[in-house]
């Protein structure tokens, strides 16, 4: 039986990826994109982002370009939201 207390996710997310990606929009804001991973990396630092997050945004790939946290996300793997039709 499902919790009636959780939050529902989408599908492809699960409550641990949706905090992850969340962490990731708080410490980066809206104004940063586009962005490659030492831009990222840098605005994360000066806003005091948390180790987890850091360390996340220091697996990204060099060279790529990300538009937004959606972007970011799935280069880094976690789950996220599919498109509905």
Excluded at 12 to 35: F, H, I, M, S, Y
């Amino acid at each position: 039986m499902t919790d009636p207390h959780q939050p529902a996710t989408s599908p492809g997310t699960d409550p641990a990826d949706v905090e992850r990606r969340a962490a990731l929009a708080e410490a980066l804001g809206k104004e940063v994109w586009p962005a490659d991973r030492e831009t990222l990396v840098g605005k994360a630092q000066e806003g005091n982002a948390s180790d987890a997050v850091l360390a996340q945004l220091r697996r990204l790939p060099a060279g790529t370009e990300f538009t937004n946290v959606q972007e970011v996300a799935q280069a880094l793997g976690l789950g996220t939201e599919q498109q509905r039709f």
